[in-house]
């Protein structure tokens, strides 16, 4: 009989939901719980906030929340936990992760912290051009933050063979963390395409957690799913060919159905016969997907090119700073005293003479989403948020948007209303920029650590 192991989402993103990811723990009879937490803007957004406070550590601001809810559960049933929540600070995470187990009274457990990911220093001398531009790399030093390479499941997969139980990594490709499992466990070879191909596109259908269980999915009328309120993560019992069956804890709410998967499946990835990770190219244009039965999607022959040489560069910069404010108008007539608004408004930054290389003033319920594409005879709405957002070099000129904003309160037109603003209305920019380095160049180290 075929092994088989199981294998659950704990999250999609930094700010998704705790509670499936403690449900799958406790629930989900898994072998393996993995976490995947980072988008492209972390890594950057990350460094930013260490420069201001010396006393952030660097890893996911969730990292405890997390833990303490499925620690206890995964080291009593011996599921192993794979998370990227390391950010800029693998090592940290991996130690905060020990001193939690710790305070469980769970001892002899083996974590790893996965480094290497991190080459801020040397990114201008390992790459050569910006792929979104052209422009050489160099160009981007006076703004350089943070250069993070995407590695794949290959270091993992050393942790786990070294009988690590907890492994933290930071940049890791977002499949590659549920990739890893299955090349450890079936004793996978990193070059064979075919089978890191079909595990690549499992991991890549639970990377995004809910939204293969219903999540981004449900739309009332058209696409309803039960109970969305109660979404469960999803789980996949894969086999050593790469087949799998993507499933959920029995219960809980939204659905896996083919329309579920194939959404999932297309979901950013803009060539599915190439979809390029570290590990594998993963070709998509080859699955059989079949109902397995209720919230049962079996998944076969998605196939696999050989990798790429490369590795993919998120570089993130510093772009400026953005300002930021609303206000309100409610009844008969909003639309056409938030046009007023924005006039009054356009023409009082000309007074202040606000240096912007960017500037919105959009009405919610109306425009701000298509912004010119919006129809002309869009219905006129009852109530209207006014947002006001300028893009500047610094963040004095920032800071005039609010200043503006206030002064609707009482020197705008009738029936403006206004927030009082104790919430922070500039924020610094991180744009993030690619480029492509030879993979020989990014090693990664594993460091051990056991409560």
């Not at 990227?84 to 002899?108: D, K, T």
């Amino acid at each position: 009989m075929n092994k088989t192991i199981r294998i659950g989402s704990g999250a999609a993103w930094w700010g998704d939901r705790i509670e499936p990811a403690a449900l799958n723990a406790e629930h989900g009879q898994l072998d393996y719980l993995c976490f995947e937490t980072m988008a492209e803007a972390t890594v950057s957004a990350a460094q930013v906030r260490s420069r201001r406070d010396s006393g952030f550590p660097g890893y996911d601001t969730y990292l405890d929340d997390r833990m303490r809810a499925v620690l206890s559960a995964c080291m009593r049933q011996g599921t192993r936990i794979i998370s990227n929540q390391g950010w800029i600070n693998p090592q940290a995470a991996a130690e905060r992760v020990v001193e939690l187990l710790h305070e469980l009274g769970i001892s002899g457990v083996k974590v790893a912290a996965v480094t290497g990911s991190l080459i801020t220093e040397s990114v201008l001398d390992l790459t050569d051009n910006i792929l979104e531009n052209g422009e050489p790399t160099s160009t981007l030093a006076p703004a350089l933050i943070s250069a993070e390479a995407y590695l794949g499941a290959e270091p993992i997969v050393e942790a786990l063979r070294a009988g690590a139980q907890i492994v933290i990594t930071g940049r890791v490709a977002d499949p590659s963390i549920f990739m890893a499992p299955m090349m450890y466990e079936f004793g996978w070879d990193p070059l064979d395409h075919a089978r890191l191909g079909a595990g690549n596109g499992i991991g890549h259908l639970l990377e995004c957690g809910a939204q293969v269980t219903g999540g981004y999915f449900s739309d009332p009328g058209f696409k309803d799913v039960p109970e969305p309120w109660n979404f469960g993560f999803p789980i996949a019992e894969v086999q050593e060919d790469g087949s799998a069956v993507i499933t959920k804890v029995k219960g809980t709410g939204g659905a896996v159905t083919l329309q579920t998967v194939k959404e999932q499946i297309l979901y950013e990835v803009h060539d599915p016969a190439n979809y390029l990770t570290p590990d594998v190219v993963v070709d998509f244009t080859t699955v059989n997907l079949e109902q397995d039965g209720p919230d049962r999607v079996r998944v076969t022959h998605i196939s696999g090119k050989p990798r790429t040489p490369t590795l993919k560069v998120s570089i993130g910069c510093t772009e400026g700073f953005i300002g930021e404010d609303m206000f309100f108008y409610a009844g008969p007539g909003a639309l056409r005293r938030a046009r007023l608004a924005k006039r009054i408004l356009e023409e009082r930054f000309k007074i202040v003479k606000l240096d912007a290389q960017d500037l919105r003033i959009d009405f919610l319920g109306v425009n701000a989403i298509h912004g010119d594409a919006t129809p002309e005879d869009a219905p006129e709405p009852y109530e209207i948020a006014v947002r006001v957002a300028a893009r500047t070099r610094t963040r004095s000129e920032a800071e005039k948007v609010g200043r503006e904003v206030d002064g609707m309160a009482v020197s705008g037109i009738a029936h403006t209303g206004k927030r009082v603003p104790h919430q922070e209305r500039t924020r610094e920019i991180i744009g993030v920029w690619s480029s492509l380095v030879p993979r020989e160049n990014v090693p990664a180290t594993v460091t051990y650590f056991e409560s």
